[in-house]
Protein backbone atom coordinates (compact mmCIF):
# COMPACT_ATOMS: atom_id res chain seq x y z
CA UNK A 1 0.00 0.00 0.00
CA UNK A 2 1.03 3.19 -1.21
CA UNK A 3 0.64 5.11 2.53
CA UNK A 4 1.31 2.26 4.58
CA UNK A 5 3.95 2.61 7.94
CA UNK A 6 5.88 -0.36 6.08
CA UNK A 7 6.70 1.28 2.75
CA UNK A 8 7.20 4.70 4.63
CA UNK A 9 9.79 3.18 6.69
CA UNK A 10 11.13 1.65 3.51
CA UNK A 11 11.54 5.12 1.90
CA UNK A 12 12.97 6.92 5.06
CA UNK A 13 15.64 4.12 5.77
CA UNK A 14 16.70 4.45 2.14
CA UNK A 15 16.97 8.22 1.67
CA UNK A 16 18.27 7.65 5.19
CA UNK A 17 21.84 6.29 3.28
CA UNK A 18 21.46 7.76 0.31
CA UNK A 19 22.22 11.29 2.29
CA UNK A 20 24.95 9.55 4.69
CA UNK A 21 26.36 8.39 1.64
CA UNK A 22 26.26 11.95 -0.08
CA UNK A 23 27.45 13.60 2.95
CA UNK A 24 30.35 11.19 2.94
CA UNK A 25 31.48 11.54 -0.52
CA UNK A 26 31.18 15.21 0.01
CA UNK A 27 33.40 15.68 3.32
CA UNK A 28 35.93 12.95 1.72
CA UNK A 29 36.08 15.95 -1.55
CA UNK A 30 36.07 18.97 1.25
CA UNK A 31 38.02 17.68 4.85
CA UNK A 32 39.58 14.79 3.47
CA UNK A 33 42.90 16.88 1.97
CA UNK A 34 43.16 19.01 5.42
CA UNK A 35 42.65 15.68 7.52
CA UNK A 36 45.25 13.62 4.92
CA UNK A 37 47.71 16.31 5.59
CA UNK A 38 46.79 16.25 8.84
CA UNK A 39 47.77 12.92 9.51
CA UNK A 40 50.70 13.09 6.72
CA UNK A 41 52.26 15.78 9.33
CA UNK A 42 51.89 13.55 12.27
CA UNK A 43 53.03 10.95 10.71
CA UNK A 44 56.42 12.85 9.48
CA UNK A 45 57.09 13.81 12.97
CA UNK A 46 56.40 10.70 14.64
CA UNK A 47 59.01 8.91 12.39
CA UNK A 48 61.32 11.48 12.97
CA UNK A 49 61.06 10.77 16.57
CA UNK A 50 61.70 7.23 15.71
CA UNK A 51 64.76 7.97 13.74
CA UNK A 52 65.95 10.27 16.38
CA UNK A 53 65.59 7.21 19.11
CA UNK A 54 67.50 4.99 17.00
CA UNK A 55 70.36 7.17 15.98
CA UNK A 56 70.66 7.75 19.96
CA UNK A 57 70.54 4.20 21.21
CA UNK A 58 73.38 3.17 18.63
CA UNK A 59 75.16 5.87 20.03
CA UNK A 60 74.51 4.60 23.17
CA UNK A 61 75.26 0.81 22.27
CA UNK A 62 78.88 1.55 21.25
CA UNK A 63 78.33 -0.56 18.18
CA UNK A 64 81.29 0.56 15.71
CA UNK A 65 79.53 -1.08 12.97
CA UNK A 66 76.53 1.09 11.38
CA UNK A 67 74.81 -1.97 9.55
CA UNK A 68 72.08 -2.18 12.63
CA UNK A 69 71.81 1.01 12.39
CA UNK A 70 71.06 1.22 8.36
CA UNK A 71 69.00 -1.89 8.85
CA UNK A 72 67.01 0.09 11.56
CA UNK A 73 66.61 2.93 9.37
CA UNK A 74 65.77 0.88 6.21
CA UNK A 75 62.72 -0.94 7.71
CA UNK A 76 61.23 2.29 9.19
CA UNK A 77 61.32 3.91 5.77
CA UNK A 78 60.07 0.36 4.10
CA UNK A 79 57.34 0.46 6.45
CA UNK A 80 56.05 3.68 6.20
CA UNK A 81 56.27 4.11 2.95
CA UNK A 82 58.41 7.23 3.32
CA UNK A 83 61.86 8.02 1.66
CA UNK A 84 64.41 8.95 4.23
CA UNK A 85 67.82 10.07 4.07
CA UNK A 86 70.49 10.39 7.03
CA UNK A 87 73.75 12.82 6.70
CA UNK A 88 76.36 13.94 8.03
CA UNK A 89 78.31 17.22 7.63
CA UNK A 90 82.30 16.56 7.77
CA UNK A 91 85.07 18.76 9.27
CA UNK A 92 86.07 20.09 5.46
CA UNK A 93 82.16 21.06 5.01
CA UNK A 94 81.00 18.18 2.45
CA UNK A 95 77.67 16.62 3.48
CA UNK A 96 78.37 13.11 3.72
CA UNK A 97 75.10 10.88 2.92
CA UNK A 98 73.64 7.40 3.85
CA UNK A 99 70.53 6.56 1.04
CA UNK A 100 67.79 4.18 2.66
CA UNK A 101 65.22 4.66 0.32
CA UNK A 102 67.68 3.50 -2.82
CA UNK A 103 70.72 1.41 -1.25
CA UNK A 104 71.18 -0.15 -4.78
CA UNK A 105 71.99 3.41 -6.40
CA UNK A 106 75.36 4.20 -6.94
CA UNK A 107 76.67 7.15 -5.30
CA UNK A 108 77.97 8.59 -8.31
CA UNK A 109 74.47 7.91 -10.62
CA UNK A 110 72.54 10.58 -11.94
CA UNK A 111 69.91 9.96 -9.84
CA UNK A 112 72.20 9.84 -6.85
CA UNK A 113 73.39 13.23 -7.90
CA UNK A 114 70.18 14.68 -8.94
CA UNK A 115 68.64 14.15 -5.13
CA UNK A 116 72.27 15.21 -3.49
CA UNK A 117 71.94 18.79 -5.43
CA UNK A 118 68.26 19.05 -4.06
CA UNK A 119 69.47 18.16 -0.58
CA UNK A 120 72.21 20.34 -0.87
CA UNK A 121 69.89 23.47 -1.50
CA UNK A 122 67.43 22.21 1.45
CA UNK A 123 70.31 22.24 3.75
CA UNK A 124 72.37 24.75 3.19
CA UNK A 125 68.48 26.86 2.76
CA UNK A 126 68.47 25.39 6.47
CA UNK A 127 71.67 26.48 7.38
CA UNK A 128 71.14 29.97 5.95
CA UNK A 129 73.48 29.55 3.08
CA UNK A 130 70.95 29.69 0.93
CA UNK A 131 67.52 30.34 -0.41
CA UNK A 132 64.71 27.70 -0.84
CA UNK A 133 62.72 27.36 -4.26
CA UNK A 134 59.31 29.23 -4.83
CA UNK A 135 57.94 26.03 -4.98
CA UNK A 136 58.42 25.14 -1.46
CA UNK A 137 55.53 26.15 1.24
CA UNK A 138 56.19 26.09 4.62
CA UNK A 139 54.06 23.92 6.94
CA UNK A 140 55.57 23.50 10.20
CA UNK A 141 59.26 25.00 11.79
CA UNK A 142 60.85 24.94 15.34
CA UNK A 143 64.33 24.05 16.80
CA UNK A 144 64.19 20.67 15.97
CA UNK A 145 63.05 20.05 11.94
CA UNK A 146 61.46 22.32 9.64
CA UNK A 147 58.35 20.73 7.29
CA UNK A 148 57.37 21.89 3.77
CA UNK A 149 55.02 21.38 1.41
CA UNK A 150 56.35 20.76 -2.01
CA UNK A 151 55.35 20.58 -5.72
CA UNK A 152 58.25 18.49 -8.09
CA UNK A 153 57.75 20.03 -11.28
CA UNK A 154 59.37 17.05 -13.01
CA UNK A 155 57.37 15.05 -11.82
CA UNK A 156 54.25 16.91 -11.02
CA UNK A 157 53.70 15.37 -7.80
CA UNK A 158 53.16 16.61 -4.07
CA UNK A 159 55.36 16.17 -1.66
CA UNK A 160 55.80 16.71 2.10
CA UNK A 161 59.59 17.18 3.12
CA UNK A 162 60.74 17.25 6.76
CA UNK A 163 64.70 17.99 7.70
CA UNK A 164 65.18 17.67 11.00
CA UNK A 165 68.57 17.74 13.75
CA UNK A 166 69.53 14.77 15.28
CA UNK A 167 72.70 16.05 16.85
CA UNK A 168 75.42 18.67 15.92
CA UNK A 169 77.12 16.56 13.24
CA UNK A 170 73.88 14.16 12.10
CA UNK A 171 70.65 15.22 10.12
CA UNK A 172 67.58 13.54 8.64
CA UNK A 173 65.74 13.95 5.48
CA UNK A 174 61.83 12.69 5.34
CA UNK A 175 59.87 12.65 1.98
CA UNK A 176 56.25 11.44 1.98
CA UNK A 177 54.57 11.38 -1.17
CA UNK A 178 51.07 13.61 -0.77
CA UNK A 179 49.61 13.25 -4.96
CA UNK A 180 48.01 10.21 -4.12
CA UNK A 181 45.75 11.26 -1.64
CA UNK A 182 43.87 12.64 -4.55
CA UNK A 183 43.25 9.24 -6.35
CA UNK A 184 42.50 7.62 -2.34
CA UNK A 185 39.90 10.15 -2.20
CA UNK A 186 38.41 9.14 -5.80
CA UNK A 187 38.45 5.47 -5.03
CA UNK A 188 36.87 5.89 -1.49
CA UNK A 189 34.31 8.15 -2.97
CA UNK A 190 33.79 5.14 -5.44
CA UNK A 191 33.62 2.57 -2.66
CA UNK A 192 31.74 4.46 -0.85
CA UNK A 193 29.00 4.60 -3.46
CA UNK A 194 28.79 1.12 -3.99
CA UNK A 195 28.69 0.20 -0.23
CA UNK A 196 25.58 2.29 -0.41
CA UNK A 197 23.94 0.84 -3.27
CA UNK A 198 24.54 -2.41 -1.63
CA UNK A 199 23.10 -0.76 1.75
CA UNK A 200 20.19 0.44 0.09
CA UNK A 201 19.11 -3.37 -1.41
CA UNK A 202 20.06 -4.91 1.87
CA UNK A 203 18.56 -2.41 3.73
CA UNK A 204 15.09 -2.65 1.57
CA UNK A 205 15.04 -6.63 2.21
CA UNK A 206 15.47 -5.75 5.73
CA UNK A 207 12.87 -3.07 6.21
CA UNK A 208 10.30 -5.06 3.84
CA UNK A 209 10.45 -8.09 6.04
CA UNK A 210 10.82 -6.37 9.43
CA UNK A 211 8.07 -3.40 8.72
CA UNK A 212 6.01 -6.64 7.99
CA UNK A 213 6.32 -7.71 11.18
CA UNK A 214 6.35 -4.40 12.56
CA UNK A 215 2.81 -3.17 10.69
CA UNK A 216 1.34 -6.96 11.32
CA UNK A 217 0.37 -6.42 14.73
CA UNK A 218 -1.02 -3.01 14.32
CA UNK A 219 -2.85 -4.12 11.42
CA UNK A 220 -4.37 -6.70 13.86
CA UNK A 221 -5.39 -3.73 16.31
CA UNK A 222 -7.06 -2.14 13.43
CA UNK A 223 -9.08 -5.39 12.38
CA UNK A 224 -10.18 -5.39 16.47
CA UNK A 225 -11.19 -2.14 16.50
CA UNK A 226 -13.13 -1.87 12.93
CA UNK A 227 -14.56 -5.21 14.82
CA UNK A 228 -15.78 -3.03 17.98
CA UNK A 229 -16.84 -0.61 15.49
CA UNK A 230 -19.60 -3.09 14.33
CA UNK A 231 -20.08 -3.86 17.93
CA UNK A 232 -18.25 -7.18 18.39
CA UNK A 233 -16.62 -7.14 21.13
CA UNK A 234 -15.44 -11.33 20.71
CA UNK A 235 -11.88 -10.28 19.20
CA UNK A 236 -8.91 -9.90 21.57
CA UNK A 237 -5.66 -9.12 20.80
CA UNK A 238 -3.20 -11.52 22.01
CA UNK A 239 -0.32 -9.76 23.85
CA UNK A 240 2.79 -11.28 23.34
CA UNK A 241 5.26 -8.09 24.31
CA UNK A 242 6.00 -5.73 26.97
CA UNK A 243 6.91 -2.84 24.43
CA UNK A 244 4.20 -0.14 23.17
CA UNK A 245 2.22 -2.58 20.88
CA UNK A 246 1.79 -4.88 23.57
CA UNK A 247 0.75 -2.12 26.00
CA UNK A 248 -1.72 -0.85 23.02
CA UNK A 249 -3.14 -4.19 22.39
CA UNK A 250 -3.63 -4.33 26.43
CA UNK A 251 -5.64 -0.88 26.27
CA UNK A 252 -7.54 -2.43 22.96
CA UNK A 253 -8.75 -5.54 25.39
CA UNK A 254 -9.24 -3.32 28.38
CA UNK A 255 -11.66 -1.00 26.17
CA UNK A 256 -13.34 -3.35 24.15
CA UNK A 257 -14.28 -5.14 27.73
CA UNK A 258 -15.13 -1.65 29.32
CA UNK A 259 -17.54 -0.81 25.87
CA UNK A 260 -19.25 -4.51 25.84
CA UNK A 261 -20.08 -4.19 29.65
CA UNK A 262 -21.52 -0.58 29.06
CA UNK A 263 -23.57 -1.23 25.73
CA UNK A 264 -24.97 -4.48 27.46
CA UNK A 265 -26.17 -2.48 30.18
CA UNK A 266 -27.17 0.04 27.75
CA UNK A 267 -29.46 -2.48 26.30
CA UNK A 268 -30.55 -3.96 29.32
CA UNK A 269 -31.49 -0.05 30.39
CA UNK A 270 -32.95 0.26 26.73
CA UNK A 271 -35.10 -3.16 27.24
CA UNK A 272 -36.53 -2.31 30.52
CA UNK A 273 -37.38 1.30 28.59
CA UNK A 274 -38.87 -0.29 25.97
CA UNK A 275 -40.69 -2.88 28.47
CA UNK A 276 -41.74 -0.09 30.71
CA UNK A 277 -43.17 2.03 27.75
CA UNK A 278 -45.13 -1.48 25.97
CA UNK A 279 -46.26 -1.39 30.07
CA UNK A 280 -47.53 2.29 30.19
CA UNK A 281 -49.26 1.48 26.63
CA UNK A 282 -50.52 -1.86 28.04
CA UNK A 283 -52.20 -0.28 31.17
CA UNK A 284 -53.62 2.80 28.93
CA UNK A 285 -55.30 0.41 26.90
CA UNK A 286 -56.32 -1.83 29.78
CA UNK A 287 -57.75 1.74 31.36
CA UNK A 288 -59.52 2.24 27.91
CA UNK A 289 -60.54 -0.99 27.43
CA UNK A 290 -62.08 -0.93 31.03
CA UNK A 291 -63.38 1.94 31.13
CA UNK A 292 -65.12 1.22 27.71
CA UNK A 293 -66.46 -2.22 28.57
CA UNK A 294 -67.56 -1.10 32.08
CA UNK A 295 -69.84 1.77 30.58
CA UNK A 296 -71.19 -1.15 27.98
CA UNK A 297 -71.72 -3.48 30.59
CA UNK A 298 -73.24 -1.38 32.92
CA UNK A 299 -74.84 0.75 30.64
CA UNK A 300 -77.95 -2.12 30.48
CA UNK A 301 -78.56 -2.80 33.92
CA UNK A 302 -78.50 1.27 34.68
CA UNK A 303 -81.10 1.60 32.14
CA UNK A 304 -83.11 -0.99 33.66
CA UNK A 305 -82.82 0.27 37.38
CA UNK A 306 -83.93 3.81 35.95
CA UNK A 307 -86.70 2.37 34.09
CA UNK A 308 -88.14 0.18 36.55
CA UNK A 309 -87.39 3.49 39.38
CA UNK A 310 -89.13 5.71 37.27
CA UNK A 311 -92.15 3.54 37.21
CA UNK A 312 -92.01 2.88 40.84
CA UNK A 313 -91.86 6.85 41.00
CA UNK A 314 -94.52 7.90 38.73
CA UNK A 315 -97.23 5.54 40.73
CA UNK A 316 -98.13 3.84 37.41
CA UNK A 317 -98.36 0.58 38.73
CA UNK A 318 -101.21 -0.12 41.57
CA UNK A 319 -100.69 -3.74 42.03
CA UNK A 320 -98.82 -4.65 44.87
CA UNK A 321 -97.34 -8.04 42.75
CA UNK A 322 -95.86 -5.70 39.75
CA UNK A 323 -94.73 -3.47 42.43
CA UNK A 324 -92.94 -5.98 43.95
CA UNK A 325 -91.69 -7.51 40.41
CA UNK A 326 -90.43 -3.96 39.59
CA UNK A 327 -88.66 -4.23 42.78
CA UNK A 328 -87.07 -7.27 42.10
CA UNK A 329 -85.82 -6.38 38.98
CA UNK A 330 -83.95 -3.44 40.35
CA UNK A 331 -82.19 -5.61 42.94
CA UNK A 332 -81.14 -7.98 40.70
CA UNK A 333 -79.78 -5.48 38.59
CA UNK A 334 -77.87 -3.99 41.45
CA UNK A 335 -77.16 -6.69 42.34
CA UNK A 336 -75.49 -7.91 39.00
CA UNK A 337 -73.88 -5.08 39.01
CA UNK A 338 -72.24 -4.97 42.68
CA UNK A 339 -70.87 -8.39 41.39
CA UNK A 340 -69.22 -7.42 38.22
CA UNK A 341 -68.01 -4.40 39.98
CA UNK A 342 -65.98 -6.61 42.42
CA UNK A 343 -65.26 -8.57 40.08
CA UNK A 344 -63.54 -5.94 38.27
CA UNK A 345 -61.56 -4.91 40.93
CA UNK A 346 -60.22 -8.52 41.80
CA UNK A 347 -59.44 -9.29 38.34
CA UNK A 348 -57.25 -5.43 37.99
CA UNK A 349 -55.89 -6.30 41.23
CA UNK A 350 -54.44 -9.85 39.69
CA UNK A 351 -53.42 -7.80 36.47
CA UNK A 352 -51.84 -5.07 37.73
CA UNK A 353 -50.00 -7.09 40.81
CA UNK A 354 -50.70 -5.24 43.61
CA UNK A 355 -51.03 -8.40 45.86
CA UNK A 356 -48.60 -10.99 46.05
CA UNK A 357 -49.35 -14.33 45.44
CA UNK A 358 -49.09 -16.16 48.91
CA UNK A 359 -47.28 -20.25 47.72
CA UNK A 360 -48.80 -22.63 50.38
CA UNK A 361 -49.03 -26.38 50.89
CA UNK A 362 -52.65 -28.04 50.48
CA UNK A 363 -54.91 -31.24 49.54
CA UNK A 364 -56.19 -29.96 45.94
CA UNK A 365 -58.38 -32.68 46.06
CA UNK A 366 -61.00 -31.50 49.16
CA UNK A 367 -60.58 -27.92 47.71
CA UNK A 368 -62.40 -29.60 44.39
CA UNK A 369 -64.78 -31.23 46.61
CA UNK A 370 -65.68 -27.99 48.75
CA UNK A 371 -66.40 -26.10 45.49
CA UNK A 372 -68.65 -28.63 44.30
CA UNK A 373 -70.61 -28.93 47.44
CA UNK A 374 -71.11 -24.98 47.05
CA UNK A 375 -72.25 -25.59 43.76
CA UNK A 376 -74.49 -28.75 45.60
CA UNK A 377 -77.92 -26.59 44.54
CA UNK A 378 -77.43 -26.03 41.41
CA UNK A 379 -76.02 -28.80 40.13
CA UNK A 380 -79.62 -30.64 41.49
CA UNK A 381 -81.70 -28.20 39.93
CA UNK A 382 -79.87 -28.97 36.18
CA UNK A 383 -80.24 -32.63 37.07
CA UNK A 384 -76.44 -32.51 36.48
CA UNK A 385 -74.76 -36.38 36.27
CA UNK A 386 -71.55 -35.29 38.18
CA UNK A 387 -68.21 -37.50 37.27
CA UNK A 388 -65.41 -37.21 40.45
CA UNK A 389 -62.90 -39.42 40.85
CA UNK A 390 -61.74 -39.66 44.22
CA UNK A 391 -58.39 -40.21 44.41
CA UNK A 392 -55.95 -39.90 47.78
CA UNK A 393 -54.94 -36.52 48.73
CA UNK A 394 -53.13 -34.73 46.02
CA UNK A 395 -51.09 -31.82 47.80
CA UNK A 396 -49.76 -28.74 45.10
CA UNK A 397 -48.23 -25.93 45.77
CA UNK A 398 -50.09 -22.68 45.07
CA UNK A 399 -52.25 -19.74 46.72
CA UNK A 400 -55.42 -22.16 47.86
CA UNK A 401 -57.76 -19.44 47.84
CA UNK A 402 -57.19 -18.22 43.97
CA UNK A 403 -57.10 -21.69 43.17
CA UNK A 404 -60.90 -22.37 44.20
CA UNK A 405 -61.56 -19.40 42.03
CA UNK A 406 -60.06 -20.86 39.46
CA UNK A 407 -62.36 -23.81 39.94
CA UNK A 408 -65.53 -22.06 40.45
CA UNK A 409 -64.93 -20.13 37.18
CA UNK A 410 -64.63 -23.16 35.55
CA UNK A 411 -67.56 -25.02 36.93
CA UNK A 412 -69.53 -22.03 36.51
CA UNK A 413 -68.77 -22.18 33.51
CA UNK A 414 -69.36 -25.90 32.83
CA UNK A 415 -72.53 -25.38 34.56
CA UNK A 416 -74.26 -22.26 32.03
CA UNK A 417 -72.81 -24.39 28.55
CA UNK A 418 -74.48 -27.78 29.23
CA UNK A 419 -76.67 -29.53 27.63
CA UNK A 420 -77.68 -33.25 26.82
CA UNK A 421 -77.27 -35.60 28.99
CA UNK A 422 -75.85 -32.72 31.53
CA UNK A 423 -72.77 -34.65 31.94
CA UNK A 424 -69.48 -32.83 34.36
CA UNK A 425 -67.04 -34.32 34.53
CA UNK A 426 -63.85 -33.41 37.01
CA UNK A 427 -60.30 -35.07 37.09
CA UNK A 428 -57.21 -35.14 38.53
CA UNK A 429 -53.84 -37.04 36.61
CA UNK A 430 -50.32 -36.22 38.17
CA UNK A 431 -47.76 -35.65 35.26
CA UNK A 432 -44.11 -35.57 36.32
CA UNK A 433 -43.71 -32.45 38.91
CA UNK A 434 -47.08 -31.34 38.22
CA UNK A 435 -51.00 -32.29 38.31
CA UNK A 436 -53.25 -30.94 35.49
CA UNK A 437 -56.56 -30.15 37.10
CA UNK A 438 -59.66 -31.12 34.97
CA UNK A 439 -63.52 -29.87 34.08
CA UNK A 440 -65.19 -31.34 31.30
CA UNK A 441 -69.02 -30.47 30.42
CA UNK A 442 -71.27 -31.99 27.45
CA UNK A 443 -72.24 -29.48 25.18
CA UNK A 444 -71.87 -27.44 22.39
CA UNK A 445 -68.05 -27.11 20.89
CA UNK A 446 -66.44 -23.68 21.02
CA UNK A 447 -65.44 -22.69 17.21
CA UNK A 448 -61.63 -22.56 16.77
CA UNK A 449 -61.33 -19.16 15.89
CA UNK A 450 -62.77 -18.14 19.47
CA UNK A 451 -60.83 -20.68 21.72
CA UNK A 452 -57.75 -18.01 22.02
CA UNK A 453 -60.29 -15.08 22.81
CA UNK A 454 -62.19 -16.39 25.17
CA UNK A 455 -59.86 -15.53 27.99
CA UNK A 456 -60.18 -11.72 27.17
CA UNK A 457 -62.67 -9.26 29.93
CA UNK A 458 -65.92 -8.73 28.46
CA UNK A 459 -65.60 -11.52 25.11
CA UNK A 460 -68.67 -13.62 25.20
CA UNK A 461 -69.04 -16.52 22.20
CA UNK A 462 -72.78 -16.41 22.26
CA UNK A 463 -74.28 -13.11 23.64
CA UNK A 464 -77.65 -14.19 24.02
CA UNK A 465 -77.24 -17.15 25.96
CA UNK A 466 -74.37 -15.48 28.18
CA UNK A 467 -77.37 -12.41 28.80
CA UNK A 468 -79.65 -15.07 29.66
CA UNK A 469 -77.54 -16.57 32.67
CA UNK A 470 -76.16 -13.17 33.55
CA UNK A 471 -72.41 -13.74 32.59
CA UNK A 472 -70.43 -10.61 31.83
CA UNK A 473 -67.26 -12.48 30.52
CA UNK A 474 -64.68 -11.74 33.26
CA UNK A 475 -64.49 -15.19 34.83
CA UNK A 476 -61.87 -16.64 32.63
CA UNK A 477 -60.05 -13.24 32.20
CA UNK A 478 -59.41 -13.96 36.12
CA UNK A 479 -58.68 -17.53 35.18
CA UNK A 480 -55.91 -16.26 32.87
CA UNK A 481 -54.60 -13.57 35.49
CA UNK A 482 -54.47 -16.19 38.15
CA UNK A 483 -52.74 -18.50 36.42
CA UNK A 484 -49.83 -16.40 35.53
CA UNK A 485 -49.29 -15.47 39.04
CA UNK A 486 -48.84 -19.26 39.35
CA UNK A 487 -46.82 -19.08 36.27
CA UNK A 488 -48.15 -22.16 35.24
CA UNK A 489 -50.43 -23.50 32.01
CA UNK A 490 -53.81 -23.40 31.68
CA UNK A 491 -56.19 -24.21 28.34
CA UNK A 492 -59.19 -25.62 27.00
CA UNK A 493 -59.81 -27.85 24.40
CA UNK A 494 -62.79 -29.30 21.94
CA UNK A 495 -63.77 -32.73 22.85
CA UNK A 496 -65.99 -35.34 20.70
CA UNK A 497 -69.25 -34.23 23.14
CA UNK A 498 -68.12 -31.17 25.03
CA UNK A 499 -65.97 -28.68 25.87
CA UNK A 500 -62.83 -29.32 28.99
CA UNK A 501 -60.89 -26.53 30.54
CA UNK A 502 -58.30 -27.59 32.76
CA UNK A 503 -55.09 -25.95 34.65
CA UNK A 504 -51.94 -27.42 36.54
CA UNK A 505 -50.27 -26.66 39.86
CA UNK A 506 -46.91 -27.85 41.45
CA UNK A 507 -46.55 -31.20 42.99
CA UNK A 508 -43.41 -29.65 44.95
Same mark, same amino acid.
Given at each position: ?K???R????????????I??????????????K????EK??????M?G????????????GV????????S??????????T?????????????????????V??????????K????????????????????????S???????K??DD?IGS??????????????????????????????????????????????? &?????F? @?????P? $??? !????? %? +??????????????????????NS??????K????V????????????????????D???Q????????EL?T??A???G?????Q??? &?????D? @??????I $??? !???M? %? +??????????????????S??R???V??I??V???????L???????Q??E??????W?????????L?????NA???L??P?????????????? @?????????????????????KF???D??????Y???????S?V??I???????Y?V?????????????D??
Amino acid at each position: MKNSIRTRLIIVLMAFIVILVMLTIVMNLTLFDKYYAKEKKTSLINMFGEVNKICKSFEESGVSSPDELYFSLDKLEANNGVTLYLFSLKTDGIWNYYDFAYPDVDAGSIAFKMIKTQLDDYVNSYFGWGELPSNYVKLESNRMYNMYKVYDDRIGSNYMELFGKIDDSMYVYLRANYQNMKESVEISNKFISYIGIVFLVIGA &IIMFFFG @RSFTKPI $LKL !AEIAD %R +MTRLDFDAKYDVTSDDEIGKLGNSMNMLSEKLESTVSELKSANNELQNDIEHKMQIDEMRQEFLSNVSHELKTPIALIQGYAEGLQDDI &IDNPEDR @RFYCDVI $LDE !AGKMN %R +MVKRLLDLNQLEFGTEKTSMERFDIVEVIKSVVASADILLKQKNVTLQMYEPAPVFVWAEEYLVEEVLTNYLSNALNHLKEPNVIRIYTKKQGDLV @RIGIFNTGDNIPEAELDKIWEKFYKVDKARTREYGGNGIGLSIVKAIMKSFNREYGVKNCEDGVEFWFELDLH
